[in-house]
Every structure is written in structure tokens, then in C-alpha cells.
């Protein structure tokens, strides 16, 4: 098994910047493909972004690329979402989610290809 646990969602207007970070536990992190889904009440859970085990191939969703990075620290168990020029659109709960194939594949933005999720984390921007 492994535990997620993400902290630093909040409130924040529109163009500011919140960082969410997600700590693993009970499993060999650097094993692991990590990405952010998001979810808005009312809407399917969707892909935000992704990074490969040692960090070398990241993926992101259209509507954050340029925007939002994805990083890890495989020293520490964490994994970062920095979101900058934030819009009322990004307003989801938006989680953390294990994949253990650690490389790059070809349905990375499917939730159904990730084994852990945590908790989830509320982002709210205004406008």
C-alpha cells in the first residue's frame, strides 16, 4: 500500500499562485509515475499532470500547459503542482495519484491507470 496525503490547496484570486505538494508513504516513491487529477463539482475527474519516476518525462493537460510545473523530490517522498496565473476555471478538488509503471505510457492521462490517490485537496480561485 501506499498513502497520499496533499496539502496546500486554498482560496486565491484569479492570476495568483498556490503550490499543492503530496507526500507518499509506504511504498519505494521513486518507483512510481506521479500525477494531479483535478475535479470540478459536477464534472468528471481529469488529468492535470504527470511525472515519471526519476523525473525525466512530464506530461501536462492543455489547459495548464505553461502554467502550472511538475516536480518531485525522490530524496523527500514528494511530488509538487506549482500553479501560477490561476483562473476561475482551475477550481476543483484536485488530487495526487500513484502509478506504479514509473515510465512514460500511452494512457498516462487515465485515472484508471493510477493505483493510489489521496485524499484530494480544495483549490478555489475567484474572480
Known amino acids: 500500500q501506499m498513502q497520499l496525503v496533499e496539502s496546500g490547496g486554498g482560496l486565491v484570486q484569479a492570476g495568483g499562485s498556490l503550490r499543492l505538494s503530496c507526500v507518499a508513504s509506504?511504498?519505494?516513491?521513486?518507483?512510481?509515475?506521479m500525477g494531479w487529477f483535478r475535479q470540478a463539482p459536477g464534472k468528471e475527474r481529469e488529468f492535470v499532470a504527470r511525472?515519471?519516476?526519476?523525473?525525466?518525462?512530464?506530461r501536462y493537460a492543455d489547459s495548464v500547459r505553461g502554467r502550472f510545473t511538475i516536480s518531485r523530490d525522490n530524496a523527500k517522498n514528494t511530488v509538487h503542482l506549482q500553479m501560477n496565473s490561476l483562473k476561475p476555471e482551475d477550481t476543483a478538488v484536485y488530487y495526487c495519484?500513484?502509478?506504479?509503471?514509473?515510465?512514460?505510457?500511452?494512457?498516462?492521462?487515465?485515472?484508471?491507470?493510477?493505483?493510489?490517490w489521496g485524499q484530494g485537496t480544495q483549490v478555489t480561485v475567484s474572480s
Open positions: 509506504g511504498r519505494a516513491f521513486s518507483n512510481y509515475a
Open positions: 511525472i515519471s519516476g526519476n523525473g525525466g518525462a512530464i
Open positions: 495519484a500513484a502509478d506504479s509503471f514509473a515510465y512514460t505510457r500511452g494512457q498516462y492521462a487515465s485515472a484508471s491507470q493510477y493505483e493510489y
